[in-house]
């Protein structure tokens, strides 16, 4: 069910652009659905960002992975127990650009017992290094970046020098005609990896929810949808230029004929944009805000105290004696102030 439920979600996704079209919806789906989306997506996107930035953080709860400031003979981790902003700022760099908890990641397997005699027998686990899931996210992630920049083709005019050149870099290798991108084959590869691993690997599939595969669909019906239109059901470039050029000046103008794969590759993108704010794929901003990284550990050097407390009456030991100071002498409890 797990993985049946998104399947066919992703399936009734591919197929109403279709009843749309045979229904003459072409202006719907062409303009109506997709400012609709980007509405969705960006009202989703505030609304989300503004409830994190608005749940109050008033102590440092960052995560800590090596020793944090402290005794000047002391060395610290100034990158996994960043003290200062600009440790924080590195630290989210790496982070965001490299991938660096992931690169972290680790596998338990059964290593033969240490001792010679009950090696056999007795097997230890042992924590060893695994760097597929980063290295796959990383190939994922850099893609799906570098594929999203590629269409700016369609929506600026004139295309930008840094555009045309991303996209030769993409099709260096001049395989098949048109050119079959670098990030094409990378994102396939990618999305079959991270797929695969949760299918495959049982600890895994135990703990992955249908909102989980949902996006892998999505995004893979997106690939190969867009795939089939460059290499298979080719579509009138300038006619999809003409259409995202007017979406971008609000003047908009249905197009004459695009084909089936346009409108399917273009509505599931709009799904992508809608649903992006309600699900695990917010992740894009929430790295931003998570307290746990984006906090500088200065626990033992700064007081933090929390602003909205109550205010508290509280009566110290100073105020207690001075108080009763008299009576306790009488009754020959010691003080520790005379007067
Ligand atoms: C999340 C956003 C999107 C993703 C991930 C995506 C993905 C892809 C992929 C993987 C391809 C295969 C060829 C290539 O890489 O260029 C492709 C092609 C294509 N996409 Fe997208 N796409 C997205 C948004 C859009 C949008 C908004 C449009 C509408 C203008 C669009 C129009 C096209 C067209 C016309 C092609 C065929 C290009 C060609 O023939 O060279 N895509 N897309």
Same mark, same amino acid.
């Given at each position: 069910?797990?993985?049946?439920?998104?399947?066919?979600?992703?399936?009734?996704?591919?197929a109403?652009?279709?009843?749309?079209?045979?229904? @003459?919806? =072409?202006g719907?789906? *062409?303009?109506?659905?997709?400012?609709? *989306?980007?509405?969705?997506?960006?009202? @989703?996107?505030?609304?989300?960002?503004?409830?994190?930035a608005?749940?109050?953080?008033?102590?440092?709860?960052?995560?800590?992975?090596?020793?944090?400031?402290s005794? $000047?003979?002391?060395?610290?981790?100034?990158?996994d &127990?960043?003290?200062?902003?600009?440790?924080v700022?590195?630290?989210?760099?790496?982070? +965001?650009?490299?991938?660096?908890?992931?690169?972290? %990641?680790t596998?338990?397997r059964?290593?033969?017992?240490?001792?010679?005699?009950n $090696? $056999?027998?007795?097997?230890?686990?042992?924590y060893?290094?695994a760097?597929?899931?980063?290295?796959?996210?990383?190939?994922?992630?850099?893609?799906?970046?570098? +594929?999203?920049?590629?269409?700016?083709?369609?929506?600026l005019?004139?295309?930008?020098?840094?555009?045309e050149?991303? +996209?030769?870099? =993409?099709g260096?290798?001049?395989?098949?005609?048109?050119t079959?991108?670098?990030?094409?084959?990378?994102?396939?590869?990618?999305?079959?990896?991270?797929f695969?691993?949760r299918?495959?690997?049982?600890?895994?599939r135990?703990?992955?929810?249908? *909102? =989980?595969?949902?996006?892998?669909?999505?995004?893979?019906?997106?690939?190969?949808?867009?795939?089939?239109m460059?290499?298979?059901?080719?579509?009138?470039?300038?006619q999809?230029?003409?259409?995202?050029?007017?979406?971008?000046?609000?003047?908009?103008?249905?197009?004459?004929?695009?084909?089936?794969?346009?409108?399917?590759?273009?509505?599931?993108?709009?799904?992508?944009? $809608?649903?992006?704010?309600?699900?695990?794929?917010?992740h894009l901003?929430?790295?931003?805000?998570?307290?746990?990284? &984006?906090?500088? %550990?200065? &626990?033992?050097?700064?007081?933090?105290?929390?602003?909205? &407390?109550?205010?508290?009456?509280?009566?110290?030991?100073?105020?207690?004696?001075?108080?009763?100071? @008299?009576?306790?002498?009488?009754?020959? +409890?010691?003080?520790?102030?005379?007067?």
């Amino acid at each position: 069910m797990t993985l049946f439920v998104p399947l066919i979600a992703v399936a009734i996704l591919v197929a109403l652009p279709l009843a749309g079209r045979a229904a @003459g919806g =072409d202006g719907l789906l *062409a303009v109506g659905v997709p400012y609709a *989306a980007l509405a969705v997506f960006v009202a @989703g996107f505030v609304r989300r960002v503004v409830r994190w930035a608005d749940t109050p953080v008033p102590f440092r709860i960052p995560t800590t992975a090596g020793q944090g400031r402290s005794l $000047a003979w002391i060395k610290p981790d100034r990158l996994d &127990n960043p003290a200062t902003t600009w440790g924080v700022l590195s630290r989210m760099a790496l982070e +965001i650009l490299c991938f660096r908890s992931l690169f972290r %990641n680790t596998k338990q397997r059964l290593a033969p017992a240490l001792k010679a005699e009950n $090696a $056999a027998a007795v097997r230890r686990p042992v924590y060893v290094s695994a760097k597929g899931l980063w290295f796959f996210a990383l190939l994922f992630h850099g893609s799906l970046l570098a +594929i999203v920049l590629r269409h700016l083709r369609f929506f600026l005019a004139p295309v930008p020098a840094w555009v045309e050149g991303l +996209i030769a870099l =993409d099709g260096l290798f001049a395989i098949g005609l048109p050119t079959v991108y670098l990030s094409d084959a990378a994102l396939l590869a990618a999305l079959l990896f991270l797929f695969l691993r949760r299918v495959l690997i049982p600890q895994v599939r135990y703990i992955t929810l249908a *909102a =989980d595969y949902f996006p892998l669909f999505l995004i893979g019906a997106i690939a190969v949808s867009g795939l089939l239109m460059r290499h298979v059901f080719k579509v009138d470039l300038n006619q999809v230029k003409a259409l995202a050029v007017g979406w971008a000046t609000f003047s908009p103008a249905v197009p004459a004929e695009l084909g089936a794969f346009f409108f399917v590759h273009l509505f599931l993108v709009c799904a992508l944009a $809608a649903y992006l704010p309600f699900g695990k794929l917010m992740h894009l901003a929430g790295v931003f805000l998570s307290p746990t990284r &984006n906090l500088a %550990n200065d &626990n033992r050097r700064r007081r933090h105290v929390n602003p909205w &407390n109550a205010p508290v009456k509280v009566h110290p030991y100073a105020e207690y004696e001075d108080e009763f100071r @008299g009576k306790m002498k009488a009754a020959g +409890i010691p003080v520790e102030r005379e007067e």
